[in-house]
């Protein structure tokens, strides 16, 4: 069973920057597929940044040259580094994780990220 433990989100105001930690333990496996989606109030989830099964990043539209997702393969942890942050990115983030042998998906339990304007 894969644990994701989630940290850094908060309240920033726009134009500022934040970093998201997930920390995936439970498995001696290194985790590929790592990433980040989000989900604002009455809106679907969807994948803002993640690493595929074969190493490469894919970002939504809405935060290409704004955020940056890395990751420590060591730590099976992933980052979400997020700069000139809007007011639109306001979401509850959660972290992804796809176990490389079962293909099970895992879910932290969410971050909160708040931009005021």
């Known amino acids: 069973q894969v644990q994701l433990v989630e940290s850094g989100g908060g309240l920033v105001q726009a134009g500022g920057s934040l970093r998201l930690s997930c920390a995936a333990s439970?498995?001696?496996?290194?985790?590929?597929?790592m990433g980040w989606y989000r989900q604002a109030p009455g809106k679907q989830r969807y994948l803002v940044a993640g690493?595929?099964?074969?190493?490469?990043?894919n970002y939504a539209d809405s935060v290409k040259g704004r955020f940056t997702i890395s990751r420590d393969n060591a730590k099976n942890t992933v980052y979400l580094q997020m700069n000139s942050l809007k007011p639109e990115d306001t979401a509850v983030y959660y972290c992804?994780?796809?176990?490389?042998?079962?293909?099970?998906?895992?879910w932290g339990q969410g971050t909160q990220v708040t931009v005021s304007s």
């Open positions: 992804h994780a796809e176990h490389p042998v079962t293909r099970t998906n895992y």
């Open positions: 439970g498995t001696a496996f290194s985790i590929n597929t």
């Open positions: 690493f595929t099964r074969g190493g490469s990043t």
